[in-house]
Structures are given as C-alpha cells and as structure tokens.
C-alpha cells in the first residue's frame, strides 16, 4: 500500500554524532533532507550544540544509537531534546536505534539505580515526546516511559535475508528463556521450530548455560542462534559449544544489535562452526572492524515506515516488536 508522503516543511531530521549513515538512510527512505548538527567541545570539555535549521511548530526527529561511548551519546541528545523544546517544536520524537540503558532494567543489588528507568525520565523532562526505538533487551523497559514510546522490531529484515537461504534441517535456538519467546515468533516466520537454552549470567562477561529447554536439536544439522544483542559474545560461544556437543555441525549467529565489544567478533571466530554472523545497523561497526563473514541488514526501512505511519497517524502493528506479524 502506497501511503502518503511527509510534507517537508513540516518536519526537521537530525542526527547527533553517534550513527550518522543511519540517520541519512532513514530520511533518505522517507524523502528528506538530513539537516546540520553542530557539534563540538569547549575547552572544558563541555559540549555545545546547534541545531542547523528551524524547528518552530515543527515536528522535529533526533536520531540517535547509544552505543559507546554511551554517555557522551547520552547527553548529546538530551542537549538536542532540550535545544528542540526550547525552539518550539510542535512534536519532538527521539529516535533511538539501540536503547543500550534497557539491560539496566532491574534492582538486583542494594543501592544501585534502574538506569532504564532513569533515562527514560531524562528523554522526558529534556523534551522528548515520543521515543521510537528497536528491540528493547528487557520488554518491561517499555513501561519506564510516561510517553508514547515503540519498540521496533528487526524481524521483516531478517525474514527477507533468510527466507532466500535453503533452512533444512534446520532449528532456530535462543541463548535463554527469556528470549524465547521473541525466538518462536522468529522461527514461526521461517516455518522453523525452535529451542532456548538454560541460561545463568554469572557476570557481565560470564554465562553458564546448562542445557536446553523444550525440544532438543539432536537430528539437526544446522542453529539458528537468535537474540537481541551480542555485546562481549558469551552467550553466544557457550551454547554454541552445547550445540556442537549436541550434534550441530554449522551454525548462524543473528542479533538485532551488533555491539561487539571486548573481542566478541575474535571470540566468535575462534568457534570454527559459526559459519554465518548477521547483525542490523543500529550499531555502527568501522569497516576495519568487521569480520569476513559478518552481514549487517539495515533497518532504514523499519524506521522510516514506522516514522511514516505514525506522521499519518496509522497503526505500525506490522513493525511492533510485540506483533505477530
């Protein structure tokens, strides 16, 4: 369905310093110009901050992925956000690719803080309207925000990458029962069945997964091991290496955010069955740090038919994480 085109002058596109391709890919779907950010330091360090264009009575898009260095990313926006309000934007929509605050979503210690929580208070009272952002890593993130807010979801992308591929004999398998359920709607799309492992994070950097829940994967050739980020590669390696001992002889690794830290592409690699890693571009990888046999999908499109149906004020239940389609 052809739907009707954004006015121009009614709306202003930004990006702060974070993913500026994304942010160009997204207003180049929808038609628009991508407007100057002026970004740079005092001598103190602080940060200043111009927005290139006019906002007043406008609805104004800030994107912005906050991967590291999270906190200067962090900030640059909340400053945007500010910029924005204080210029009279009619609407002012953070759109934030990969919300990495969403692992902070609990109080499993004395005296630390739910960060979610927080940032989600920061995007408010800085002047954020409306939040749009892409698979969230705990779903009741989504209930920090006392503003609209959508949590997108990667799998149409994904479903156009591997439904060109031949999937026999194949399971798709997610790293914990946590995410199974993401995994099943994932697997259901690809008419695959699916398994998730028994996973215990023993540290930020540690996992110990004891076996499968649900049905098992021997009799199968080859994983699909699907989750929502892969930050240091833990989780990944570790079933990985259950999988293996279970009779799988190849496997793809396919998360939403591609964080990659601490080695986790070297870590991957080391295990010589995962033939395949497929991540999306809410996360921006330097080419000369990307692996030969990494496939980053980009999620312009989500976005900008998300932004689009919601300038209409049409339902985006297609690309609603929690959808079933």
């Known amino acids: 369905m052809s ?75 909340l400053m945007m956000l500010d910029i924005a309000r204080s210029a009279a934007a009619k609407e002012i929509h953070a759109v934030i690719p990969y919300f990495s605050f969403a692992r902070s979503d609990k109080k499993d210690a004395p005296r630390i803080s739910i960060t979610a929580r927080l940032v989600a208070d ?46 026999g004999n194949t399971i798709v398998v997610a790293p914990d029962v946590g995410h199974a359920k993401s995994a099943g709607r994932f697997a259901e799309s690809l008419g695959l069945p699916v398994a998730a492992g028994n996973k215990e994070r023993v540290s930020d950097t540690e996992v110990k997964i004891s076996g499968l829940v649900g049905r098992q994967v021997k009799g199968f050739r080859r994983a699909l091991i699907y989750d929502d980020e892969i930050a240091t590669g833990s989780s990944v390696v570790e079933m990985s290496h259950l999988l293996v001992e279970n009779g799988i002889e190849e496997i ?21 069955q995962i033939t395949e890693i497929v991540t999306t571009d809410t996360v921006y990888i330097p080419p000369e740090k990307r692996a030969p046999n990494l496939h980053i999908l980009s999620v312009a499109p989500v976005f900008g038919d998300a932004i689009q149906r919601n300038y209409l004020r049409m339902s985006i239940e297609g690309l609603f994480v929690y959808g079933d389609s």
């Open 252 to 272: 793809w690794a396919v998360c939403t955010h591609g964080v990659f830290v601490g080695g986790a592409l070297q870590k991957l690699a080391a295990v010589p």
């Open 3 to 77: 739907l009707q085109p954004i006015d121009p002058s009614d709306v202003r596109f930004f990006s702060g310093s974070s993913h500026p391709q994304l942010a160009r890919d997204i207003a180049a779907h929808l038609g628009l110009p991508l407007e100057a950010t002026h970004i740079s330091r005092f001598s103190n360090d602080n940060l200043y901050i111009q927005l290139g264009a006019s906002v007043r009575g406008r609805r104004v898009y800030i994107v912005q992925s906050l991967f590291p260095p999270v906190n200067d990313h962090l900030v640059e926006l």
């Open 122 to 167: 920061l995007l408010t009272t800085a002047g954020a309207t409306q939040v749009m952002t892409m698979m969230l890593h705990s779903p009741q993130v989504h209930g920090f925000f006392s503003i609209p807010a959508d949590p997108l979801t990667a799998r149409p992308v994904f479903e156009r990458h591997f439904l060109q591929r031949d999937l």
